[in-house]
């Protein structure tokens, strides 16, 4: 097994979000938090990974095929979670990175330098730690007179001394797989909870002589760990942040950063306008010198060439859209594919939906349709033909390129012999 090889933990009730799906599942910008937990993990470079799940691990289980899930069947800790986890790193002598599955805003920067840390520090555990504001309920990093890691003390441990210090514990780690293993033989149940504690290896380590090192994550935003609905939205206001500072940092003007979301992941080129109250949705991707919005929302799998206009109060869905294209106001284009240089009159609706399949429309390059008109699919408009302003074109009835078609149902008011020609 390659190393270093990662165990994400999952296990938690989350019953702090009062609700019956396990605390992982809960979705930020409508991709569940472990997506970004994994997501991180893998960008970091580490492709082995053991996911310890606890409650409702089966559906934890239909949320990440091809991820190896170890089941914690009592709930006794961190530290019993890895012990969970061993079973599936039988031959592993490397290095091993504990991260917990509740933090979704950690970067694979971050992991990258945590785990370069510890290969050239010799470290039996490199500790990631932050600096925040208010430590309250955070294990606290006591450092001794030449600023090595002395002990992690817990929020209901801490000294008076203790208390005031700032730089806290993450949750996350890098250890050596047998000083890890060796460590937690040796926790023993905490007194009150009964449950064995991942911190405690620290002081196993520390008084068997083992060095200690720690890394600092230096933006305490993305240690946040999610515990409750608040949580949640604090996570999404940072990720919504992050991405749209992303995207002005690449060339992206986004008019009203505050009123705007644009969800993780979404690729946008350089000079496009993105204009206020606009949403755009993952796995969508914008070419450059676009106009969008205001008033716009773009959902999944579209994809937008470029020098394309997408007026106000337009939604756009599993649709790709070629290049000059313009896309006016009160518009709604599902499943559809539009070609190059096409203009969609304000108002216009492809009828995607029959009540049993989503079906597709294709609008040819250099097609015009007029103001309000309704294209039922299956349909195409071919190239360089007319929809008139209100027509309405019933399924399967193609419209042939260069061809005008008007009324409800649309019939056919002209045909060029030339259909390359341009409109007059």
Not at 395 to 410: C, Q, R, S, W
């Amino acid at each position: 097994m390659k190393e270093p090889v990662a165990i994400i933990l999952a296990a938690g009730r989350g019953t702090r979000m009062k609700s019956e799906m396990p605390k992982v599942l809960h979705k930020i910008w409508n991709k569940p938090i472990i997506d970004y937990v994994l997501a991180s993990v893998r960008n970091a470079g580490v492709s082995e990974i053991i996911l310890v799940a606890g409650h409702g691990s089966a559906l934890l289980k239909e949320a990440v095929p091809g991820v190896k899930i170890v089941v914690q069947k009592e709930l006794r800790g961190s530290g019993d979670a890895v012990s969970t986890a061993r079973k599936a790193l039988k031959n592993l002598s490397g290095d091993i990175v504990v991260v917990c599955g509740d933090t979704p805003l950690i970067r694979p920067e971050t992991i990258n330098g945590l785990i370069a840390k510890h290969k050239s520090s010799g470290a039996a555990v490199t500790i990631l730690t932050t600096k925040v504001i208010d430590p309250t309920g955070y294990g606290r990093i006591v450092r001794d007179d030449n600023g090595k890691v002395k002990a992690i003390v817990e929020q209901e441990k801490t000294s008076l001394y203790e208390e005031v210090i700032n730089e806290i514990n993450v949750g996350t780690y890098c250890f050596r797989a047998a000083d890890l293993f060796a460590a937690l033989e040796a926790v023993k149940p905490d007194n009150k909870k009964k449950e064995f504690f991942l911190t405690d290896t620290v002081d196993i380590l520390k008084n068997n002589g083992k060095p200690i090192e720690s890394y600092l994550a230096k933006d305490p935003g993305e240690t946040i760990g999610i515990n409750t609905r608040k949580d949640l939205a604090e996570a999404a206001a940072i990720l919504k942040t992050r991405t749209a500072g992303e995207l002005m940092a690449n060339g992206v003007t986004i008019e009203d950063p505050l009123s705007t979301v644009i969800y993780p992941g979404v690729k946008i080129g350089r000079d496009s306008i993105i204009h206020s109250n606009t949403v755009i949705e993952g796995d969508v991707e914008i070419g450059s010198g676009c106009s969008i919005g205001p008033f716009t929302r773009i959902r999944p799998h579209v994809r937008i060439g470029n020098d394309v206009e997408v007026g106000n109060f337009v939604e756009i869905n599993r649709t790709r859209v070629g290049d000059r294209t313009k896309i006016k106001h009160h518009t709604y284009l599902g499943d559809a594919i539009v070609g190059n240089n096409v203009n969609i009159g304000a108002g216009t609706i492809t009828a995607n939906y029959d009540g049993k399949s989503k079906n597709r429309t294709v609008i040819e390059d250099g097609a015009f349709v007029g103001v309000g008109a309704v294209l039922i699919a299956p349909i195409k408009v071919g190239r360089r033909a007319v929809v008139g302003a209100g027509s309405v074109v019933p399924k399967n009835h193609d419209v042939a390129g260069g061809t005008t078609v008007l009324g409800v149902p649309a019939r056919v008011y002209r045909k060029r012999k030339d259909p390359n020609r341009r409109h007059k």
